[in-house]
């Protein structure tokens, strides 16, 4: 029996392994593939998932990551470069290096990771309370489970717990390419792709582009023929065709702003996209799965060390409440923004007056995004930090 059952091998179920291992207790964590494996992702990391992985310890100097500077806006004809602030930095990895590297990472700090089993079902004592998982090869009991298996997670939905109606949902789709862009420093996003999405060029530093598009599900477009629509008038000298792809194009589900909850039930915590932990507004989703992943990590080993039944119980029901304090209000704006979106008219003229006036940018990366704020706060930085904290979390 462990102390801690954390099922899912990606960011936020590593990370969490991780965190919980390093305070002493016994934590189990499952995989239902081997490493390495594909995820369909960005590859992009903002400063605020840098923040996280330097807390995990995580060696960023090594060879196979890239370093960038800042993010691209383009769109109705026009560009905007904003940099990182303060000297903070990005980083791209592909999802296939970064999430065995924090898996092995869990793993050094005392975690013991059983890679090929999959969760099948939870365990419930008479109660109904949950106590362990089930596997096809056996059962393993633990005093708590960590739901990190993703965006259908198999836990949450044989416990009732499914994505809620009112919250959006959207879709990503990504391709690699060999690409002379390979080592731009900016993070580029495109906004002139409707309906209601973007598109974005992230180099990789090893000769090759992550490319892709994002938008909400409600738009009901094919994937492919989008990205092939938005990748077809770009310059040929990006090379971004199918004859310089390295791979299929692949395409994934991103549940957003919280829709799924409550994210603790009796004995198990959700983390990262089995709670539904991406940004409305920007489709980010590594860095919000790491912070919760901590969190979570710092609640049950709180919980753990109280004496009685019932003071342990209690402080595992704060964690929705801590999840919410943190970014609730964020992604209350980000879904009130994806709604205005839905409308390609709408989405033009905000892409238009916003790359105009880069303080109106700054303001919404600011508030909608968790862009980075400056030591020195400018006035958009303030303006944002107002709207955040008078939004309720929800």
């Known amino acids: 029996m462990a102390d801690v059952i954390v099922v899912g091998a990606g960011p936020a179920g590593s990370a969490a392994a991780c965190h919980l291992a390093r305070a002493g207790l016994d934590v189990l964590l499952l995989e239902k593939t081997a490493f390495p494996r594909e995820k369909v992702c960005g590859d992009g990391l903002t400063p605020r998932a840098v923040h996280e992985l330097m807390t995990l310890g995580i060696d960023l100097t090594t060879p196979g990551w890239f370093r960038t ?32 590297l924090l898996a092995r990472n869990a793993v050094a700090a005392g975690a013991t990771l059983l890679e090929n089993t999959k969760a099948t079902a939870p365990l419930l004592d008479h109660t109904n309370r949950v106590i362990g998982v089930r596997t096809p090869t056996s059962d393993h009991h633990a005093a708590l489970v960590v739901a990190a298996d993703g965006a259908s997670s198999r836990l949450a939905v044989a416990l009732g717990l499914r994505p809620r109606a009112n919250r959006p949902i959207g879709v990503a789709a990504r391709r690699y390419y060999r690409s002379p862009r390979h080592d731009d420093a900016h993070l580029e996003i495109d906004f002139d792709l409707a309906p209601a999405g973007y598109g974005w060029i992230f180099g990789m530093g090893d000769g090759t582009c992550n ?11 094919d994937y492919r023929r989008l990205l092939d629509q ?31 909850q409550p994210h603790y039930v009796p004995g198990l915590l959700l983390t990262g996209d089995s709670g539904g932990m991406i940004n409305p507004s920007t489709g980010e989703g590594i860095a919000y ?29 704060g964690y929705p409440s801590t999840l919410k304090q943190a970014h609730g209000s964020t992604f209350t704006l980000g ?34 995004g968790d862009f980075p704020t400056p030591t020195t706060p400018r006035l958009p930085d303030r303006l944002a930090a107002a709207l955040t904290k008078i939004t309720p979390p929800s």
Do not use: C
């Open 69 to 100: 500077e800042g993010i691209r806006l383009t769109g109705a004809g026009r560009t905007l470069e904003l940099p990182w602030p303060d000297g903070a930095f990005g980083l791209t990895r592909t999802r296939a290096d970064l999430d065995e």
């Open 211 to 221: 490319v892709g598009v994002a938008f909400l599900r409600t738009a009901h477009a």
């Open 230 to 260: 938005w990748l077809a008038p770009l310059p040929p000298e990006w090379a971004l065709t199918p004859a310089n792809a390295t791979g299929p194009v692949r395409g994934a589900a991103l549940p957003m702003g919280f829709s799924r």
């Open 289 to 317: 799965a790491l912070q919760a992943a901590r969190l979570a990590a710092d609640t049950i080993t709180t919980a753990l060390s109280r004496p009685t039944p019932g003071q342990r119980e209690r402080t595992l029901y």
């Open 335 to 368: 879904r009130a923004f994806t709604a205005a979106l839905e409308h390609p008219s709408v989405m033009r003229l905000a892409t238009r007056q916003a790359l105009a006036h880069p303080s109106l940018t700054h303001f919404a990366l600011k508030a909608l």
